[in-house]
């Protein structure tokens, strides 16, 4: 198993592009998260999967915001016309529903927004 | 609204227990997590109560009182990796699984 994997580590764009990122889960596990974080803060929720059916969005995750897991397996997440406010990291993290408590991240996607 | 409050910065000695407090205020509370957070790194999962009293795994031990909305981290014979942020986060009752994290609090371990 090698755990939760992102990509990209790193993006930087200019205001109002369009960005993507990736989420490869624990292969066996069924809930998949993101959280966004920003410097000095704890991870803040924005959506969860269980399977393919996303369950939750936070009222953070404005319109711009996306989320997919098409076959229950990896995850994108897109930010359309990004404003430097959304410059922070974006962690993904994958469980088991019966475990909820304990969610496995990945090393993040760092987003700078110029 | 729901929030968590955790100690800012504590520092301690190598060798030495270090306890972090957690206090709660969330509805439909379900259970409280622990992460450790190294810089520029990702949260790694240290420990869950979902039933009041000690977990412990290792050097490292955590509490629940739901009664006192309250938990604590405890970290025994303290080494300089341990140098980290660390996080309680907590579960609400059918919301999935989703955390809520306090602000963190940033370990420092002095030789």
């Not at chain 1, 803040?44 to 995750?61: I, M």
């Not at chain 2, 999935?96 to 602000?103: D, E, N, R, S, V």
Request: with cysteine; aromatic share 12%.
């Amino acid at each position: 198993d090698t755990g939760v994997s992102q990509d990209p580590r790193h993006k930087i764009t200019k205001r109002g592009q369009n960005v993507t990122f990736r989420c490869d889960p624990i292969s066996e596990h069924n809930r998949l998260y993101w959280y966004r974080q920003t410097l000095g803060q704890g991870p803040e929720f924005l959506t969860y999967f269980q399977n393919e059916a996303q369950l939750e969005k936070s009222r953070l995750l404005s319109d711009r915001f996306s989320a997919e897991r098409p076959k229950g397996s990896f995850s994108t997440l897109e930010i359309q016309r990004t404003e430097q406010g959304d410059s922070a990291m974006y962690l993904c993290a994958s469980s088991l529903a019966r475990l909820q408590g304990e969610q496995y991240f990945g090393p993040g996607t760092r987003l700078t927004v110029t | 609204g729901q929030s968590l409050e955790q100690p800012s910065e504590v520092t301690a000695v190598e060798g030495a227990i270090v306890q972090i407090n957690c206090t709660y205020q969330t509805s439909g509370f379900y259970g409280l997590s622990w992460y450790q957070q190294h810089d520029g790194g990702a949260p790694t999962f240290l420990s869950y109560n979902g039933l009041d009293g000690l977990e412990e795994t290792g050097r490292f031990s955590s509490f629940l009182s739901r009664s006192d909305s309250y938990g604590y981290l405890l970290l025994q014979e303290l080494q300089m990796k341990d140098s980290a942020s660390y996080f309680c986060a907590a579960s609400i009752y059918n919301q999935g699984g989703k955390l809520i994290f306090g602000q963190g609090t940033e370990l420092s371990v002095k030789p």
